[in-house]
Antibody
Framework: QVQLQESGPGLVKPSQTLSLTCTVS??????????WIWIRQPPGKGLEWIGY???????YHNPSLKSRVSISVDTSKTQFSLNLSSVTAADTAFYYC???????????????????WGQGTLVTVSS | EILMTQSPATLSVSPGERATLSCRAS??????LAWYQQKPGQAPRLLIY???TRATGVPARFSGSGSGAEFTLTITSLQSEDSAVYYC?????????FGQGTQVEIK
């Protein structure tokens, strides 16, 4: 069964870069049936997607984060990573990685539901 | 971007009773809707996808229904371990979007 685990510093200084890695175990990270996601959740608030990386290496990020987001994949290590630059206190959140399912029906394919999720890691931005 | 609106924000239900959670999309998402459960201190967990298909290991007391832009998650015979925040998510249009969540409390 596939499991995901986030790792990285729990404290980042303002204006610095937040870097997290998600390690995937129990399955391939190269399958075209899946894509790989970063999501965050400020304490006590809702879910916000940060960005995705697809099996072909294409990435997409939330426009609200402008050009601060970079996502990459290392298939040899079955890991994918997030870099978020120029962080502020507003970036303090629980950060989750997850696997998304590519689902096709009636000739249309969807980048669909997220399952499983990593346990999450709290990143605090503070000096 | 499709806006997902959940209601109510908080639902208080007695053990053994039924809980009904609503999710409305700003436009049709066909049946491309999922539900997640998030317990305190935990990551969200997939409950339902395709509007009504339970994910592996999800108890039968959880059921999803609806179509188009109106969806419902029903928890029959609520148990104490069902206390959580429940989120709906549409994946019909990119980017996928979540509702703001419904907190289910046990009376």
């Amino acid at each position: 069964q596939v499991q995901l685990q986030e790792s990285g510093p729990g404290l980042v200084k303002p204006s610095q870069t937040l870097s997290l890695t998600c390690t995937v175990s129990g399955g391939s990270i190269s399958s075209g049936d899946y894509y790989w996601i970063w999501i965050r959740q400020p304490p006590g608030k809702g879910l916000e997607w940060i960005g995705y990386i697809f099996y072909n290496g294409n990435t997409y990020h939330n426009p609200s984060l402008k050009s601060r987001v970079s996502i990459s994949v290392d298939t040899s290590k079955t890991q994918f990573s997030l870099n978020l630059s120029s962080v502020t206190a507003a970036d303090t959140a629980f950060y989750y990685c997850a696997r998304g399912r590519r689902y096709c029906s009636g000739g249309t394919c969807y980048w669909a539901w997220f399952d499983p999720w990593g346990q999450g890691t709290l990143v605090t931005v503070s000096s | 971007e499709i806006l997902m609106t959940q209601s109510p924000a908080t639902l208080s239900v007695s053990p053994g009773e039924r809980a009904t959670l609503s999710c409305r999309a700003s436009q049709s998402v066909n049946n491309n809707l999922a539900w997640y459960q998030q317990k305190p201190g935990q990551a969200p967990r997939l409950l339902i996808y395709g509007t009504s298909t339970r994910a592996t290991g999800v108890p039968a007391r959880f059921s999803g229904s609806g179509s188009g832009a109106e969806f419902t998650l029903t928890i029959t015979s609520l148990q104490s371990e069902d206390s959580a925040v429940y989120y709906c998510q549409q994946y019909n249009n990119w980017p996928q979007t979540f509702g703001q969540g419904t907190q289910v409390e046990i009376k």
